[in-house]
């Protein structure tokens, strides 16, 4: 079975910092997807970024980064220039292949970003 | 806009009363998840329909029933709640024909509350 862990239930940042929120995961599957979605308050959860395992090369969207090391299954995730609209919960996730795949959450990480 | 919708947003219902939540969706996805979100733990998936095919996660509680009436539509059903259902309904919707990775997109969930 497929498990996702995120040790840093909070994190908090000053705006214009950077961040880092981690992410271990355990699976004996090769090919699998990896996810951090974000939470704000009382709003729909939103896709932040997404890795392939397949692919060697970090993804990176806009001020959202990923550090994927497959083989520690680690996949922490940096946001550079916090913003306030930044603050939420964020949750690492994993999804073992195609299809209606589910998505295995971890507990989240509240991050929260100051003036 | 396109958008995953649930209501009602706030749901109370007194211990061992059914309740039904909602979700629809304007995606026209042909799959629709239903996660169960308790505080400070992981989303997990009860189940979900590809088009009609009702498919049950093994540790989802005879208690929890779906319905999906049409590809807009989605229920959860919840016969007889007991204090421990008390959490954040999120419902998800995706494409997996779409040509690429199957993305799911989610409401902004319902709060149950059990008195």
């Known amino acids: 079975a497929q498990t996702v862990t995120q040790s840093q239930p909070e994190m908090s940042v000053q705006e214009a910092e950077t961040v880092t929120l981690s992410c271990t995961y355990d699976t004996s599957e090769n090919n699998y997807y990896l996810f951090w979605y974000k939470q704000p308050p009382s709003r729909q959860m939103i896709l932040v970024i997404r890795q392939e395992a397949y692919k060697q090369q970090n993804a990176t969207e806009n001020r959202f980064s990923v550090n994927f090391q497959k083989a520690a299954k680690s996949f922490s995730l940096k946001i550079s220039d916090s913003q306030l609209g930044d603050t939420a919960m964020y949750f690492c996730?994993?999804?073992?292949?195609?299809?209606?795949?589910?998505?295995?959450f971890g507990t989240g990480t509240r991050l929260q970003v100051f003036p | 806009d396109a958008m995953v919708i649930q209501n009602p947003r706030y749901q109370v219902t007194q211990f061992g009363k059914p309740v039904t939540l909602s979700c629809s969706q304007t995606l026209n996805h042909n799959v629709m998840y239903w996660y169960q979100q308790k505080s400070s733990q992981a989303p997990k998936l009860l189940f979900h329909?590809?088009?009609?095919?009702?498919?049950n996660e093994a540790d989802t509680p005879d208690n929890f029933q779906s319905r999906r009436p049409n590809t807009s539509f989605c229920f959860l059903d919840i016969r007889s709640p007991g204090l421990g259902d008390a959490a954040m309904y999120l419902c998800?919707?995706?494409?997996?024909?779409?040509?690429?990775?199957?993305?799911?997109?989610f409401g902004p969930g319902t709060r149950l509350t059990v008195l």
């Open positions: 998800a919707t995706s494409d997996p024909t779409s040509g690429v990775y199957n993305e799911q997109f």
């Open positions: 329909y590809y088009d009609k095919d009702f498919n």
């Open positions: 996730a994993f999804m073992k292949g195609w299809g209606t795949d589910k998505l295995i």
